[in-house]
């Protein structure tokens, strides 16, 4: 786990967690996990695709820029209304390249990235073992392409995809100095994300800057437990 500091979040304005990472690190899992223990409202980024994304994706194709940035825009507006109604949440969007995440907390508050970072035979190995069978070479290998990880002057916590999820959540929670909700009242883990989920463009440029984070000052607040529910997009459709 890596971040500048340990200091809590503030008390005073509400935070969304964005749980981003290439495709099979654990995303939709650990953030439903995470929104469950916090009583948070969850989204799963890629039920908001526009339908002509979610077209090309079942039928295998990746997505380029173009047809991210009208995603990207429908996050980044999820997450708006979500503090402008003075509520916490948790979606979870990739956000492999910063031009995404600069989209994605363009006001430049209320946003706290949570990255999970797993080398490529780590996700390789989760990827075969949860689905039984092997993401194409080529697909993998372009998520990493892809991957800018967060550098220190973004709002950003990384941490290893080692764990066990529920561990990761409480790591999380613990990061940030958050108090989880009482026993009994947590949101059950979405399904997490399939083998050829974030096809991401072949051509893009790893970024090799180290992780880390500046420390937000947005902060949770006490809401309504998670009730969205799993992505209704098809298994082959996942960003």
């Known amino acids: 786990m890596q971040r500048r500091d340990q200091i809590p979040l503030s008390l005073d304005t509400p935070v969304v967690f964005v749980v981003m990472g290439v495709s099979g690190c654990g995303k939709s899992t650990v953030a439903a996990l995470l929104a469950g223990e916090l009583e948070w409202p969850f989204e799963e980024g890629d039920a908001l695709h526009p339908q002509a994304n979610i077209d090309k994706m079942a039928a295998g194709n990746a997505l380029d820029d173009d047809d991210r940035w009208p995603w990207l825009e429908i996050v980044a507006e999820w997450i708006e209304k ?3 109604s003075g509520s916490n949440g948790v979606i979870t969007c990739s956000a492999l390249k910063k031009s995404y995440r600069d989209v994605i907390n363009r006001r430049g508050s ?9 080398s490529r035979e780590t996700i390789s190995a989760r990827l075969a073992s949860r689905h039984g069978h092997f993401m194409p ?32 959540a409480r790591q999380i929670i613990d990061a940030f100095g958050l108090t989880p909700a009482a026993p009994g009242t947590r949101a059950e883990p979405a399904d997490d994300e ?3 989920a974030d096809l991401a463009p ?9 992780p880390a984070a500046s420390h937000s000052t947005a902060s949770p607040h006490s809401t309504s437990p998670n009730t969205a529910s799993p992505n ?4 082959n459709s996942k960003e």
Do not use: H, K, M, W
């Open 110 to 118: 209320g946003v706290e990235f949570v990255y999970l970072a797993g």
């Open 232 to 235: 209704s997009t098809s298994p």
């Open 137 to 168: 070479t080529s697909l993998l290998d372009s998520q990493f392409a892809a991957l800018e990880e967060p550098t220190r002057d973004e709002p950003a916590l990384r941490i290893g995809v080692g764990p066990a999820p529920a561990t990761i």
């Open 82 to 84: 979500t503090l402008d």
């Open 202 to 210: 072949t051509n893009a440029q790893p970024d090799t800057a180290q």
């Open 194 to 196: 399939p083998a050829n």
